[in-house]
């Protein structure tokens, strides 16, 4: 694609053409409109289907929008640049610049894409109230001086209200995002982000294996790596183990298969060093623990202890969180329905299985759920769905001593949570 066509056409913009633009629009209406399909089309051969992508070409988002340009067309009511607005919000402010400049701003793809013919509107009514549902994601922060904001539903892919999901997976990242992985109703793997500011980034189909234009997953974790990339496992519609990594600058790795071994379900986290650390439940049930390291190469699946002497460890949900210390602490539920608490020590020993206290008193905390993660100052939080269908909260200080279980009201299915290098902590569940 000729990308000199479409830098001459994005920087014509002229503060009188901006004012001839705004009145031309007022005057036409959707005159100058494309459909979202025929904007689809342009994603495609600008930026293959990324709505978020940010490359460092000076060019922004799906439809690859200069950030003079997306300031001009006043693209910065939604986002300071393109790619950290939704879909929607590119498409909105692309219709102003195709009034302004026509379908040669972008150049062949405008052309291939047939965007000089469509006069459709791409949202011509704002549907009907839409009505959240179990399995809806929802969002929450619990910030580093305890106070909460109360769980908010996540937005869905291209402008819906909500996004339904079956699995769910969050992480931080060093600059402050947080990233976030869901298993959709079609049963593929998207992704989207929240920024510092708050903002969050449209959700993306992610690619396939082998040039496939989805991933099939069972379930999935992501990992927040000291680097600023985010490390991906997920398993597959075959059951494999597959593995991905999101660079710092928005560009994906693409999946690697990682041996043979099948799993049921998995979680990850990044230590320190920069090793990621694995847990999976084989398909036998039992729990096995794997190291990838930093050059890239992985330790191997061993099989984790069970409690007492047992010599493993059934679990119908686990998840796996890494301490500034090097240490990685781990959270499961176990054949018994209760929580369970271990720790893999820095210097690669373990405490070994520790079931947990339950609300109030209670001997045993019984869990469909669980999530936890580490936080700067050496606390880890744990979040949990109870056998109340609630989402309940803990905190085990960096002096090994407990907060215990409290309630935060919230009914879910699933639990996530991702600490944040400002001491925050957030909170992914979907809704029950």
């Not at 992501?222 to 997920?234: E, F, K, L, T, Y």
């Not at 279980?405 to 400002?422: E, M, N």
Request: hydrophobic share 40%.
């Amino acid at each position: 694609m000729p990308r000199s066509t479409r830098r001459r056409a994005f920087v014509t913009a002229t503060t009188t053409a901006l004012a001839a633009v705004a009145l031309s629009t007022l005057a036409s209406g959707s005159a100058q409109a494309a459909s979202v399909a025929t904007w689809d089309k342009v994603a495609h051969c600008e930026s293959t289907d990324n709505w978020s992508i940010n490359t460092g070409n000076g060019y922004y988002g799906g439809l690859q929008i200069l950030k003079s340009t997306w300031d001009a067309y006043g693209g910065t009511q939604y986002a300071a640049y393109p790619h950290q607005a939704t879909k929607q919000q590119q498409i909105l402010t692309a219709e102003k610049i195709l009034a302004g400049q026509g379908a040669g701003a972008w150049g062949s793809c405008g052309s291939a894409a047939g965007l000089a013919y469509d006069h459709a509107d791409p949202y011509p009514s704002t549907p009907s109230t839409p009505v959240s549902q179990a399995g809806d994601f929802y969002h929450a922060i619990r910030a580093a001086d305890g106070s909460w904001t109360g769980f908010k539903p996540l937005g869905g892919a291209n402008g819906a209200a909500f996004f339904n999901g079956s699995q769910e997976a969050i992480t931080a990242t060093p600059d402050g995002s947080v990233q976030v992985l869901g298993t959709g109703k079609d049963g593929n793997l998207y992704h989207t982000a929240r920024y510092p500011d708050g903002s969050w980034q449209d959700w993306n189909r992610m690619p396939g294996a082998g040039g496939a234009a989805s991933f099939a997953a069972r379930g999935e974790a992501i990992a927040g790596m000291p680097n600023g990339d985010a490390q991906v496992m997920a398993i597959g519609d075959d059951g494999r183990i597959h593995h991905n990594v999101r660079f710092k600058n928005g560009t994906w790795q693409g999946w690697n298969q990682v041996g043979d071994w099948q799993a049921q379900r998995i979680a990850a986290s990044a230590l320190p060093n920069g090793d990621l650390q694995v847990l999976i439940t084989g398909t036998n049930g039992n729990v096995y623990h794997n190291v990838r390291k930093t050059d890239g190469t992985w330790q191997g699946w061993f099989a984790v202890d069970g409690a007492g002497t047992a010599a493993t460890f059934a679990a119908s949900s686990i998840a796996i969180a890494g301490l500034p210390n090097g240490d990685a602490q781990l959270l499961a539920v176990g054949n018994d329905g209760n929580t369970w608490h271990d720790i893999r020590k820095a210097d690669g020993t373990w405490q070994g299985w520790k079931r947990m206290d339950g609300a109030n008193g209670a001997t045993t905390f019984a869990a469909s759920s669980v999530a936890i993660a580490g936080l700067p100052n050496g606390d880890a939080q744990l979040l949990a769905v109870g056998n109340d269908g609630k989402a309940w909260h803990d905190i085990r200080k960096a002096d090994g001593t407990w907060q215990g279980w409290k309630t935060t009201g919230f009914g879910a299915q699933k639990a996530g949570l991702t600490g944040t290098p400002s001491g925050d902590a957030q909170m992914l569940v979907t809704r029950g």
